[in-house]
């Protein structure tokens, strides 16, 4: 009788993952168009869909109303903590991700458009190898939660340091310093999860000024906490 009522119960555990696998495959797929060729979209949605089975057996129904409500945010943070897990940025790549940025923006200045790999290789010295491995781990961190960029760094011990609300505030007053079509941008990329492509074709600006202006902020923020 035991054994009936826990293969009953199982089974409808499983139905309910069933169910909401299509959703989870959906927000691996809107996650991978945010990253570069090197993240494999069937990694994100394999990892999504382990979380989402063990969440389904062991949801509770009486505690919470909604199991996608519930589910939404863990799953997608299981996908976060995968992306955490390949190391992308080791104390090396950290200070050559901030040389390019800093190669691309004077070349910008110059020339008005951002620099390929041959020529980031030519203008800092460095194998072009190296840089396309950098600006790799660079792209992949940017989809993180804006907390994580800011412990990235040296800088990380700083802004460890500073209560949540205490950033909270330093980021509305950064915010604050950019135009209100600037702001979209970060709140388009942020907080409705769209790629570089969505947001250009959104705002008619190229996706090269949306990842200056983003990286931009970062900075900003860095700055105004003293990192």
Same mark, same amino acid.
């Given at each position: 009788?035991?054994?009936?009522?826990?293969?009953?119960? &199982? !089974?409808?555990?499983?139905?309910?993952?069933?169910?909401?696998?299509?959703?989870? &495959?959906?927000?691996?797929?809107? *996650?991978?168009? @945010? *990253?570069?060729?090197?993240?494999?979209?069937?990694?994100?949605?394999?990892?999504?869909?382990?979380?989402?089975?063990?969440?389904?057996?062991?949801?509770?129904?009486?505690?919470?109303?909604?199991?996608?409500?519930?589910?939404?945010? %863990?799953?997608?943070?299981?996908?976060?903590?995968?992306? @955490?897990?390949?190391?992308?940025?080791?104390?090396?790549?950290?200070?050559?991700?901030?040389?390019?940025?800093?190669?691309?923006?004077?070349? @910008?200045?110059? !020339?008005?458009?951002?620099?390929?790999?041959?020529?980031?290789?030519?203008?800092?010295?460095?194998?072009?190898?190296?840089?396309?491995?950098? @600006?790799?781990? /660079? /792209?992949?961190?940017?989809?993180?939660? *804006? !907390?994580?960029?800011?412990?990235?760094?040296?800088?990380?011990?700083?802004?460890?340091?500073?209560?949540?609300?205490?950033?909270?505030?330093?980021?509305?007053?950064?915010?604050?310093?950019?135009?209100?079509?600037?702001?979209?941008?970060?709140?388009?990329?942020?907080?409705?999860? *769209?790629?570089?492509?969505?947001? /250009?074709?959104?705002?008619?600006?190229?996706? /090269? %000024?949306?990842?200056?202006?983003?990286?931009?902020?970062? !900075?900003?923020?860095?700055?105004?906490?003293?990192?």
């Amino acid at each position: 009788m035991i054994s009936a009522y826990t293969q009953d119960l &199982k !089974h409808k555990e499983d139905e309910l993952a069933i169910q909401y696998l299509p959703a989870v &495959k959906a927000m691996a797929f809107r *996650l991978k168009e @945010r *990253l570069p060729s090197s993240v494999d979209y069937m990694d994100l949605s394999a990892i999504g869909t382990e979380e989402l089975i063990k969440l389904a057996r062991r949801y509770d129904e009486s505690l919470n109303d909604s199991f996608w409500g519930y589910a939404k945010k %863990r799953v997608y943070g299981a996908m976060l903590d995968y992306l @955490r897990s390949l190391d992308i940025v080791s104390r090396a790549s950290r200070k050559l991700i901030k040389a390019i940025d800093y190669a691309i923006e004077e070349h @910008r200045a110059i !020339h008005d458009e951002e620099p390929s790999d041959e020529e980031l290789a030519l203008i800092i010295g460095e194998d072009i190898e190296k840089i396309h491995e950098a @600006r790799i781990a /660079s /792209s992949i961190y940017a989809v993180m939660p *804006l !907390h994580d960029q800011l412990q990235v760094g040296d800088e990380g011990a700083s802004l460890a340091n500073i209560e949540k609300e205490e950033l909270i505030d330093v980021i509305k007053t950064v915010l604050g310093l950019y135009s209100e079509r600037e702001q979209m941008i970060i709140q388009l990329y942020y907080f409705e999860e *769209l790629s570089l492509k969505e947001i /250009s074709d959104v705002l008619g600006i190229t996706e /090269s %000024r949306i990842s200056q202006i983003h990286k931009s902020v970062i !900075h900003k923020i860095k700055e105004s906490v003293g990192a």
